[in-house]
């Protein structure tokens, strides 16, 4: 796990022409030309056993000192939840892990983070398109997500799959939090938005 280059707070994003490593607040959104992928180190997708439980407690602690995320009026202990892991090598990299609503006729994807020095090949995609298996393994209708206001990489990410917004919850994170935190960007951190992504192809 890194640390800001900039401060000591945990880096949660790598800027991909200097290669310097970011926490949220020294991140920001700008306007780039696509990039063509070089060099990418293969990756490898695989469900999640018990054995996994201690990493995946470390990857939820280091994103968000907690284990238990709090969405869709429920509370998920992700500890609990079944989860799929992107390894590099032995080395798990990136994490979705998800719950089944059989009464919502959905999955909820409970987490999604990438670890900064594999970010932009796309992992969060791949994630995603495992987690939709998954749903329609279960034959269920569509996939649920929640992001804050301002995780703007996330609601990019989302939207370019194909999710759209269904519902914004103003104020809930700021409550959950006892009050508004600095986000992506410097941005306060106050709002839940609900996202769904339909899965046509049942």
């Not at 607040?25 to 992928?37: D, G, K």
């Not at 429920?74 to 998800?98: E, H, M, N, T, W």
């Not at 609601?155 to 809930?172: A, D, E, K, W």
């Amino acid at each position: 796990m890194r640390s800001c280059e900039l401060c000591d707070e945990k880096a949660h994003y790598r800027d991909r022409i200097s290669g310097v490593y970011l926490c949220l607040e020294h991140s920001r959104f700008e306007v780039v030309a696509p990039r063509r992928q070089t060099d990418i180190t293969p990756l490898e997708l695989r469900q999640a056993t018990p054995s996994d439980r201690g990493t995946i407690e470390a990857l939820c602690l280091y994103f968000w000192g907690e284990t238990v995320v709090d969405c869709f009026d429920q509370q998920y202990d992700v500890l609990a939840c079944p989860a799929i892991l992107a390894c590099k090598g032995r080395i798990p990299v990136g994490l979705a892990s998800y719950a089944i609503e059989a009464e919502l006729d959905a999955a909820v994807l409970v987490v999604l983070k990438v670890l900064p020095e594999v970010q932009g090949q796309g992992l969060g995609r791949a994630l995603i398109d495992a987690t939709c298996d998954r749903a329609r393994e279960s034959n269920l209708r569509c996939i649920l997500v929640v992001t804050s206001n301002d995780d703007l990489p996330a609601l990019g990410l989302y939207q370019r799959y194909g999710f759209r917004i269904r519902h914004i919850v103003t104020g809930r994170i700021a409550e959950h939090h006892g009050g508004e935190v600095p986000g992506f960007a410097a941005i306060p951190v106050r709002d839940e938005i609900q996202l769904v992504y339909e899965l046509r192809d049942r």
